[in-house]
Nanobody, 124 residues
Framework: QVQLAESGGGLVQAGGSLRLSCTVSGGTFDNYAMGWFRQAPGKEREFVTA????????FYADSVKGRFTISRDNTKNTVYLQMNSLKPEDAAVYYC?????????????????WGQGTQVTVSS
């Protein structure tokens, strides 16, 4: 059974940085494209960024482009989300997701496996 576990969330001031990690177990990590999504209270879960299984292709939502960076280490079964210049509107629960394909998707319906989420709070 494939399991995803996020970590690294917390409270940060606006303008600060956080790095989220998501470790995958129970599957062959380098067979999965990986994505990060977020959900704020009262809002739909939205796409943040995604990466192909080779790491050669990445997608970003316009709202995070230039501030967030996705990367992966296939030797550690882990995908990372480096978040810089955080804004209050970035506050949300962040979820990682795995898709058994090379190409990353931008829709939450593209992903089969999900983590439980990690809270990111940004104070102004």
């Amino acid at each position: 059974q494939v399991q995803l576990a996020e970590s690294g969330g917390g409270l940060v001031q606006a303008g600060g940085s956080l790095r989220l990690s998501c470790t995958v177990s129970g599957g062959t990590f380098d067979n999965y494209a990986m994505g990060w999504f977020r959900q704020a209270p009262g809002k739909e879960r939205e796409f943040v960024t995604a990466i192909s299984w080779s790491g050669g292709t990445t997608f970003y939502a316009d709202s995070v482009k230039g501030r967030f960076t996705i990367s992966r280490d296939n030797t550690k079964n882990t995908v990372y989300l480096q978040m810089n210049s955080l804004k209050p509107e970035d506050a949300a629960v962040y979820y990682c997701a795995a898709r058994p394909a090379d190409s990353p998707g931008r829709s939450r319906f593209d992903y089969r496996y999900w983590g439980q989420g990690t809270q990111v709070t940004v104070s102004s």
